[in-house]
T-cell receptor, first 115, second 112 residues
Framework: NAGVTQTPKFQVLKTGQSMTLQCAQD?????MSWYRQDPGMGLRLIHY???????DQGEVPNGYNVSRSTTEDFPLRLLSAAPSQTSVYFC??????????????FGPGTRLTVL | SQQGEEDPQALSIQEGENATMNCSYK?????LQWYRQNSGRGLVHLIL???NEREKHSGRLRVTLDTSKKSSSLLITASRAADTASYFC????????????WGAGTKLIIKP
């Protein structure tokens, strides 16, 4: 199993450009999420999905869109990049337990710089 | 807003010593999880403790949970250089709809 994969590893954008960060998992996990991590801070949830066709907003959703057409893939789209979106982005997946959230498996991250 | 707060923010100890990190949170939880992040890498799950558990062990790791004080501690015994990393707690709050809330982390440095 490859686990959770993310592409690209690094990306530089100019203000106003759009792009899609790819995330895929091969563990048949129902739950997938996108986080951003800024220096000295913990992870902040951008969007998450509890299954194919279902997405919801997290703590910091503005400027980002997601879709979940398959169980495996959960792309994150930056609509019009801004310098404030410079960050490291992590995708994670987990089995959706009946009562609570199970262990999350993380991808290696995408380091995004917006000039 | 962040639910979990780790303490201390940074910790530097000699190899072989024990390292203790604490996490406090604000609301009732289903479980609390600890993760490790090596520099520039993704997070790796260490241990999950449920709200009805008080202590859990995994190798050199010992986690305690005190729901009355809304706090948890992670103890790493006999530290090694390879334990140098940032450690994060994440809480699965009741009625959070499967969203984990993360603390800012403790940066642990093990000196050889």
């Amino acid at each position: 199993n490859a686990g959770v994969t993310q592409t690209p590893k690094f990306q530089v954008l100019k203000t106003g450009q759009s792009m899609t960060l790819q995330c895929a998992q091969d563990m048949n996990h129902e739950y997938m999420s996108w986080y951003r991590q800024d220096p000295g801070m913990g992870l902040r949830l951008i969007h998450y999905s509890v299954g194919a066709g279902i997405t919801d907003q997290g703590e910091v959703p503005n400027g980002y869109n997601v879709s979940r057409s398959t169980t495996e893939d959960f792309p994150l789209r930056l609509l019009s990049a801004a310098p404030s979106q410079t960050s490291v982005y992590f995708c994670a997946s987990s089995y959706r337990g009946l009562a609570d959230t199970d262990t999350q498996y993380f991808g290696p991250g995408t380091r995004l710089t917006v000039l | 807003s962040q639910q979990g707060e780790e303490d201390p923010q940074a910790l530097s100890i000699q190899e072989g010593e024990n390292a203790t990190m604490n996490c406090s949170y604000k609301t009732s939880i289903n479980n609390l999880q600890w993760y490790r992040q090596n520099s520039g890498r993704g997070l790796v799950h260490l241990i999950l403790i449920r709200s009805n558990e008080r202590e859990k062990h995994s190798g050199r790791l010992r986690v305690t949970l005190d729901t009355s004080k809304k706090s948890s501690s992670l103890l790493i015994t006999a530290s090694r250089a390879a334990d140098t990393a940032s450690y994060f707690c994440a809480t699965d709050a009741i009625d959070s709809n499967y969203q984990l809330i993360w603390g800012a982390g403790t940066k642990l440095i093990i000196k050889p």
